[in-house]
Structure formats: structure tokens, C-alpha cells
């Protein structure tokens, strides 16, 4: 059974059809690749897997469970995690907050043992320190949990977004242009730790990218969307090969 199953997914905003009879199947494990022209629907398709917007029609599977139509929040609780194009940290508050905030999703205190900071809220409050302080560490910013993570260099927020959307322990994770605006230095160790996250904690991810050394790089299958419709979908190799999808990147 796959992880992600989705049927027939649509939707559109007045006239235009961002999203079309979309299909996609992801294994466990899989690191699988989103590409397409700029405006293809792309990232439409992550916030519909997100539900940021509500699909007009289509089903989405998470691990047989059918998540179509939920809130973001539940989405998150059943296992769907992300990232965003422009970084979306909390940029005035410290690296480890950043990922204690994944925390809180699993940890739970009331106001009152918070406010009272009652013994329950202690031992929750420790517990997510190590937990979060072991997540930094495996992205090497343990060094740095005290920051601002505004102060961080950009190579370093992107890792931090990816330890915080981690710290809500999902099955699925979705990364949106995750090498945008990285140098090709920082692109490579972006490429090492997408690797090493996907064995490290046998996650399976969806990313969206333009950079096709990362893309031909990392990803084991990819879909390609031209026009909110699925151009090609296939092992990484072939479908980088299709003359399709050569003129769709081409414009011709
Ligand atoms: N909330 C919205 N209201 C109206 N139109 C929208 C909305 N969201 C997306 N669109 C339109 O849907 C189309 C697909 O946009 P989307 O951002 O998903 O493309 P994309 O493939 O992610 O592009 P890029 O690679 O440039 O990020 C575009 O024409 C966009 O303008």
C-alpha cells in the first residue's frame, strides 16, 4: 500500500484551473520529486495535500487513512508535514524554540500547570528541551540553539525549518523549493541532508524543485505538472528524457 495515494485531485480559483485530475502514489521511504514550468500548480498541490485550500473534487490517502478536506492542523496531527518556499520560521524567536514548537503538537500541559508551572509542566518543558536539543544536533545547529534564528545564514534556516517541520514527527514530509536561493555549495549540503534525513528517520518526502542537479540528484521518481495537468510521472531518469517534458521546460 502506498504512503500518499491521491485520486482525481482539482481545484480552481474563478476561471482558472490551477489543479487538474491529479494523481499520485508515493511508497514509504520514497524520495520523489514535483517538477514543473512556473505556475504549473505545484505548490497548489501541496497546500490542497495541506489543507490550506479545500480540493473541489479528488481523494487524498495518508497511509489508508483519507485526509481530504481536513484542517491543516489535523492534516499535521495525521502525519503531513512541510516547508515552505520563503522560509516561514518564527525569526524573533531562539533556534531550539524554533523546534519545540514542532514538539507541542505530541506534548501536552494545560495553561494552568503551565502559568502555575506546576510539576507536569516541568517534566513536559525538559522532556522537549532533549528532544528538541537531539533534533539540532542531528542537523548540526545544536551550537547555535540560542540564536535568534533570523541570525542564522540562510543554508542554516532552511535546516532549521526541516528539524522544526521533523519535530511533529511526520510520515510524510513535503519540501517546497528547498535549494531556492542557495549557492551551489550550500545546494550540495542541502542535497546530503534531505539524504540523510530520509534514512536517518526512514521518512518518506514529496519536494518541489527547479534545480534540476538536486532533482536528478535526489529523487528516485518524479511527476511533472504543466498547465495544473500531469505531463509525466516515472522513474527520475526517463521522465528527465521525455521529449514532452523537455519542450514544456523549453516553452516551445
Ligand atoms: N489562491 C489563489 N487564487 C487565485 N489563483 C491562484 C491561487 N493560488 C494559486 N493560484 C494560481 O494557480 C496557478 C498555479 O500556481 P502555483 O503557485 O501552484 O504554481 P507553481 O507550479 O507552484 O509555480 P512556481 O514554480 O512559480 O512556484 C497560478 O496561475 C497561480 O496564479
Same mark, same amino acid.
Given at each position: 500500500m502506498a504512503l500518499l495515494e491521491v485520486k482525481n485531485l482539482g481545484i480552481s &480559483?474563478?476561471?482558472?484551473?490551477?489543479? *487538474?485530475? &491529479?494523481?499520485? @502514489?508515493?511508497?514509504?521511504?520514497? +524520495?520523489?520529486?514535483?517538477?514543473?514550468?512556473?505556475g504549473a500548480g505545484k505548490t497548489t498541490v501541496f497546500n490542497l495535500l495541506t489543507?490550506?485550500?479545500?480540493?473541489? #473534487?479528488?481523494?487524498?490517502?495518508?497511509?489508508?487513512?483519507?485526509?481530504?478536506?481536513? =484542517?491543516?492542523i489535523e492534516i499535521n496531527k495525521e502525519g503531513v508535514?512541510?516547508? &515552505?518556499?520563503?522560509?516561514?520560521?518564527?525569526? *524573533?524567536?531562539?533556534?531550539? $524554540?524554533?523546534?519545540?514548537?514542532?514538539? /507541542?503538537?505530541? /506534548?501536552?500541559? @494545560?495553561?494552568? !500547570?503551565?502559568?502555575?508551572?506546576?510539576?507536569?509542566?516541568?517534566k513536559? #518543558? =525538559?522532556?522537549?528541551? !532533549?528532544?528538541?536539543?537531539?533534533l539540532l544536533d542531528v542537523f548540526d545547529l545544536a551550537g547555535q540553539a540560542d540564536y535568534l534564528a533570523s541570525n542564522l545564514p540562510y543554508g542554516k534556516q532552511r535546516k532549521l525549518e526541516i528539524a522544526r517541520a521533523l519535530a511533529t514527527e511526520? =510520515?510524510?514530509?513535503? +519540501? *517546497? !523549493?528547498?535549494?531556492?536561493?542557495?549557492?551551489?555549495? !550550500?545546494?550540495? #549540503?542541502?542535497? *546530503?541532508?534531505?539524504?540523510?534525513?530520509?534514512?536517518?528517520? $526512514?521518512?518518506t518526502i514529496l519536494l518541489i524543485e /527547479?534545480?534540476?542537479?538536486?532533482? @536528478?540528484?535526489?529523487? #528516485?521518481?518524479?511527476t511533472v505538472l504543466n498547465f495544473g495537468q500531469v505531463l509525466a510521472e516515472g522513474e527520475t531518469g526517463e521522465v528527465l528524457n521525455n521529449p514532452q517534458v523537455i519542450t514544456a521546460y523549453l516553452g516551445e
Open positions: &480559483f474563478g476561471g482558472l484551473r490551477a489543479v *487538474d485530475s &491529479f494523481n499520485i @502514489s508515493i511508497e514509504k521511504g520514497q +524520495l520523489y520529486g514535483l517538477i514543473g514550468p512556473n489543507g490550506v485550500y479545500k480540493p473541489n #473534487e479528488g481523494i487524498v490517502t495518508l497511509d489508508g487513512k483519507n485526509i481530504t478536506g481536513k =484542517k491543516t508535514a512541510r516547508t &515552505f518556499q520563503n522560509i516561514r520560521l518564527f525569526k *524573533d524567536m531562539s533556534v531550539l $524554540d524554533n523546534v519545540k514548537v514542532g514538539l /507541542h503538537n505530541k /506534548h501536552h500541559y @494545560s495553561t494552568l !500547570e503551565g502559568i502555575l508551572r506546576l510539576p507536569r509542566y516541568r513536559v #518543558e =525538559k522532556e522537549m528541551n !532533549e528532544q528538541a536539543m537531539e511526520p =510520515k510524510l514530509l513535503l +519540501l *517546497d !523549493e528547498p535549494a531556492a536561493g542557495m549557492n551551489p555549495n !550550500e545546494t550540495q #549540503e542541502l542535497m *546530503d541532508t534531505i539524504h540523510f534525513v530520509r534514512d536517518k528517520f $526512514d521518512m /527547479h534545480d534540476m542537479k538536486l532533482v @536528478s540528484g535526489i529523487c #528516485e521518481k518524479l
